[in-house]
């Protein structure tokens, strides 16, 4: 079973920008969560989608914004680039949304690289 | 605020050595709380993960953690450790209300010496 794949891996923009990165889950999830890895920052959350409907949204401005398709695969949005969104973000898929009574697992992808110059 | 604290930016031991690494939380309710792993250039696998039940709890590639409620800690440990161990290790509480989402701590990047 392939795992979650995040399309691009890598990227760079420049300031002022917008950018959209892709994550398609693992066949079969239907909940997706997004994360931005930062050295200062570490891991900070940033939405949460299940059957196309964000259920969770952290705390980042309006310029970051997402969504969910009908098959399931995530795209998000960065409008506006600043320096200081240059992170990896890293796409998460499980089988139910997140808090399930069994807790289903994420399994996160290898992220993609954003340097913002 | 819920919050997780990784004492230990970086370790270092030697290959075959005992390994402790630490996490505390701070979290209200009942703790859902994770270990994850990350590779250079990978993405974060899950080690282990506790909800309830048996405070000792045993993961992949030879982990355990144990949960202190008293103490507000979730410390993993290995008891050998392996060159293939070196990698950045994450705690996590889960958090899971109005949706879900994970808090990281700040991670401990662990090095191995032959």
């Known amino acids: 079973k392939a795992g979650v794949t995040q399309t691009p891996r890598y990227l760079i923009k420049t300031r002022g920008q917008q950018v959209t990165l892709s994550c398609s889950p693992i066949?079969?999830?239907?909940?997706v969560s997004w994360y931005q890895q930062t050295p200062g920052q570490g891991l900070q959350f940033l939405f949460e989608y299940f059957s196309e409907t964000q259920r969770n949204k952290g705390n980042f401005p309006g310029r970051f914004s997402g969504r969910q398709f009908s098959n399931s695969r995530s795209e998000m949005n960065v409008s506006t680039l600043e320096l200081g969104d240059s992170a990896l973000y890293l796409c998460a898929s499980s089988s139910a949304p997140t808090g399930s009574g069994d807790l289903n697992e994420q399994f996160f992808g290898p992220g993609t690289r954003l340097t913002v110059l | 605020a819920q919050s997780v604290t990784q004492p230990d930016i970086h370790i270092t031991v030697s290959e075959g050595a005992s390994l402790e690494l630490r996490c505390n939380y701070s979290?209200?309710?009942?703790?859902?709380l994770f270990w994850y792993v990350q590779s250079p250039g990978q993405g974060l696998q899950l080690l282990l993960k506790y909800f309830s039940g048996d405070t000792l709890v045993q993961g992949i590639k030879g982990f355990e953690a144990e949960f202190k409620r008293s103490q507000s800690s979730f410390n993993l440990r290995k008891p050998s450790v392996h060159w293939s161990d070196a990698a950045e290790y994450f705690c996590a509480v889960g958090i899971y209300n109005q949706g879900g989402k994970l808090i990281f701590g700040q991670g401990t990047e662990l090095s191995v010496k032959p």
């Open positions: 979290y209200g309710a009942t703790p859902y």
């Open positions: 066949s079969g999830h239907r909940s």
